[in-house]
């Protein structure tokens, strides 16, 4: 099971997360998030999978981040249809035939889609099926103010009514309190591919607190080895 910290915002910090090797750091770009995403990147480890957070984004854009910060996968927060999220699997794998004006980005295939849907009480998971074959994970996150970062999780026993073959990242106000219904999820035939974490784990939005994080990753190791 996969682990991403979502939210990244300052240099040092962003350096200190990836010091602690989860497997996806996050980088928000909305202009109204207090986490939206401006300047370099550091260098961090390859084995990290950097990736770019989208809300209703034009493709054009959603490229221009890719091609600057070389993002291996995209999460898309917004409104996006089956549609455009093909128009935008097409796109990848088409700026992967570089001439010799552009800057040369990963292969199509390596470049991750998460599609994310927001929960709360209850959830229609037919809205989700036209999606299926074109993302390559959903994201179920919690239903809020905010397009994501609210702070508390959704009622996970919905889960128990997915049916689809694409895996899943859960999030939505995950802490070190969730260990244990993290441990009973991981116990049924869900398929889930990784946990997203976020607000819980901040001292300010945008920065994270690293001894937490690291206590929460010794914690999910241990859960997945018992699993």
Not at 108 to 124: A, H, P, Q, R
Not at 194 to 211: A, Q, R, V
Request: charged share 30%.
């Amino acid at each position: 099971m996969k682990l991403k910290v979502c939210g990244m915002k300052h240099q040092d910090n962003i350096e200190a997360v990836a010091a602690l090797q989860p497997d996806y750091l996050g980088f928000i770009f909305y202009k109204k998030s207090p986490r939206n995403f401006e300047g370099d990147i550091p260098e961090i480890s390859d084995s990290i999978k950097k990736t770019g957070v989208f809300v209703d984004a034009t493709i054009d854009f959603i490229i221009d981040k890719v091609k600057q910060y070389n993002f291996r996968a995209l999460q898309l927060h917004g409104n996006e249809s089956p549609e455009y999220c093909k128009e935008l699997q097409v796109t990848i794998t088409n700026i992967n035939r570089p001439d010799r004006f552009s800057k040369p980005v990963r292969s199509g295939k390596t470049i991750e889609i998460f599609k994310v849907f927001s929960i709360k009480d209850e959830f229609d998971f037919k809205v989700i099926k036209p999606y299926e074959g074109i993302v390559d994970y959903f994201l179920f996150d919690t239903k809020g103010k905010e397009k994501g970062g609210n702070g508390y999780t959704f009622d996970w026993q919905v889960l128990n009514n997915y049916n689809s073959p694409t895996p899943f990242i859960l999030s939505g106000g995950i802490g070190l309190d969730e260990v244990d219904k993290i441990k009973a999820i991981l116990e049924t035939e869900l398929p889930i591919h990784g946990i997203d974490i976020n607000s819980k784990f901040e001292d300010t939005p945008g920065l994270k607190n690293t001894e937490q994080l690291k206590k929460f990753k010794q914690d999910l190791t241990k859960v997945f080895r018992t699993c």
